[in-house]
């Protein structure tokens, strides 16, 4: 028997958030930690069974049940068919929505600011490039809205409640780069507060190089990582390392100068043209000895940082990152893989602006993931 | 082999519509039996319809033993090891006679699972899996059903929302039939043969959600 006292079996249930039928996000209530639980659990692998969710997070599979039932209501998680004719009872897997959430990102970088929406698998939906004239980030604020406006405006009319928010990937110096250069007294701050106001979503904020890697942990080849080496080669080439899902950055002057503007100087001191190297170009056109040489630079920059750090922390997994053409990232996997024999080097699968994917998984991470 | 427990009233036992409660589809055809097609071999489907049974009271009229609560635990011990038990009940506690609003159904059937969960009739000795189907709502013509039925096609509406939230506070596996059925017009509250057919598949569908681990 063993009923807590008092008894309170025959007292009327207690009508808990479900019984809210409201379509739609539940834009204000606070996500229960077990239903982050079962959102994270299904981010990391689609296609599991309410008994499995049960068993990897210690629900018994009624709550287990409960829980899927609120979040199939609210269109977060979708039924798939029933898998037959395999060994043992059938089973129908539970997956994330892909439109049961979206989210949109900005990433910020010296030469071009990146605007995408993307949906609650991480699929981009849409994506807008900005020029960003170097050093001048926040003269555009009015673009930047309309940029904002544009990729809510791709999904249909009843899709747009559920939007989850928006993400800012901004690289650290931004605010003394917009002090500096326009001396207009637009902060970080202000243009967040702008955006809020205006587009009356929340906005999060996070530092660019670690939103990428947050994005790709969220939904690229680092899904099923632990810990790895991140690399993001944009201007310039910068790391994070990842230990048990926790981005650690190190100090901001590791950031190495063997990106893209060094390519950009190199090509520039031979008159060639360089614009194409800061576009969303999916390929580049020849660029001769300037491309090869600083190719080699970056590699052998690359592994040099592997073998220092691989001293003093293990780990088994590079990712790298880049909205250059994919093959400069396959190319440098490749020579990381030559050169070390226990470490798998993996092209970023996030390919399409990465810090503005990144940027767009925070109102994921913040609103629906355990963190 | 696991064990399910199909407990319900004339809906279950596969009472015709418009027909006496001697006359029953066949076992193949009331949806316990489209669940057994369904599930296949590896279960083992317990067939326990009564018309007129109700969730917890004596009928004073059709008689003590349409109350669901105490042929409930004979019924457990009779069948147990139980994976999984089923209750479809409420439209007979909507009879005039009990003058019972949704709320106290729902409650009704939260007795019924406090009951299960104390005599914990699953697999060593532990509570069940539970699934709560709420009955397909009754058609606002009952027939001959009228004055007994008087003031129940509203209620019954009313029952899939009161079940499901005693579902999620006690925590319970939940299937709304009327999401895939109607009551025939024959009577206003019976299924027929094509809803048995549905209503068997769709609870297929939700008892294979459940998931069940590769083990026994």
Redesign the interface.
């Known amino acids: 028997m063993g009923h807590p006292l008092p008894d309170m079996r025959f007292a009327p249930p207690n009508p808990l958030r479900i019984a809210d039928r409201a379509s739609g996000l539940n834009a204000l209530s606070v996500r229960s930690y077990n239903e982050r639980l079962v959102l994270s659990l299904l981010l990391q692998n689609e296609g599991m069974s309410r008994m499995e969710i049960g068993e990897k997070t210690g629900l018994s599979a009624q709550t287990a049940s409960v829980i899927v039932r609120s979040l199939e209501q609210e269109g977060l998680v979708s039924q798939g068919e029933a898998q037959r004719g395999r060994v043992g009872p059938p089973t129908i897997p539970l997956s994330l929505n892909p439109e049961g959430a979206y989210a949109v990102g900005v990433g910020f970088s010296r030469r071009r600011i990146d605007v995408a929406l993307i949906d609650f698998i991480g699929t981009v939906r849409f994506h807008k490039q900005l020029p960003a004239e170097e050093l001048n980030l926040f003269q555009r604020g009015g673009d930047l809205l309309a940029a904002i406006r544009d990729a809510m405006g791709s999904l249909p009319a009843g899709a747009r409640g559920r939007i989850a928010g928006i993400g800012l990937a901004v690289p650290d110096e931004i605010d003394a780069m917009a002090a500096t250069c326009n001396g207009s007294g637009h902060s970080l701050k202000a243009l967040q507060a702008e955006i809020e106001e205006q587009i009356k979503l929340p906005v999060f904020v996070q530092n660019d190089i670690t939103a990428a890697a947050g994005g790709e942990s969220m939904f690229g080849v680092a899904k099923p990582l632990n810990d790895y080496l991140f690399f993001y080669l944009g201007a310039r080439l910068q790391s994070r390392l990842i230990l048990n899902h926790q981005i650690y950055k190190g100090n901001s002057s590791t950031s190495f100068d063997h990106g893209l503007m060094r390519l950009e100087n190199a090509l520039n001191a031979r008159k060639q043209p360089s614009e194409i190297i800061w576009s969303s170009s999916a390929e580049w056109p020849e660029l001769g000895e300037a491309y090869s040489e600083w190719l080699g630079e970056c590699s052998n920059r690359l592994k040099a940082s592997i073998s220092a750090l691989i001293q003093f922390v293990e780990f088994k997994t590079v990712v790298l990152s880049s909205h250059a053409p994919q093959r400069i990232a396959n190319s440098l996997c490749a020579d990381i893989n030559r050169e070390f024999a226990n470490i798998d080097a993996l092209p970023a699968r996030v390919t399409v602006s990465p810090k503005a994917v990144g940027a767009a998984s925070l109102p994921f991470s913040s609103r629906f993931m355990i963190q | 082999m ?1 064990s399910v427990l199909c407990y319900g009233d004339s809906n279950t036992h596969g009472q015709i519509p418009g027909k006496g409660p001697l006359e029953r589809y066949g076992p193949d055809e009331r949806w316990p039996g489209v669940l057994r097609a369904q ?2 071999a ?2 083992y489907v317990i067939e326990e319809g009564l018309s007129g049974r109700t969730t917890v009271h004596d009928d004073p009229i059709e008689g003590a033993h349409k109350n669901g609560r105490t042929y409930l635990r004979p019924c457990l011990q009779s069948h147990a090891t139980l994976d999984l038990v089923i209750i479809m009940l409420g439209t007979n506690d909507l009879k005039i006679r009990f003058n019972k609003p949704p ?1 106290e159904v ?2 009704g059937i ?2 019924l699972v ?1 009951d299960i969960k ?1 005599l914990a009739p699953g697999p060593g000795g532990t509570t069940p ?2 699934m709560i189907v709420a009955p397909p709502p009754m058609q606002d013509d009952v027939k001959e059903w009228k004055s007994i039925f008087a003031g129940a096609p509203e209620k019954s509406r009313l029952l899939a ?1 009161e079940f ?11 299937f709304d039939a009327g999401s895939v059925v109607s009551c025939s017009e024959a009577d206003g509250f019976h299924i027929d043969a094509e809803a048995h057919r549905l209503l068997g598949t769709a609870l297929a ?1 939700a008892v ?7 083990s026994t």
């Open positions: 696991r599930l296949g590896g279960w709320s729902a409650m939260g007795c406090y104390e899996e539970i929302l499901e939230v005693l579902a999620d506070s006690l925590e319970l596996h939940f569908r294979d959600a459940i998931g069940w681990s590769r």
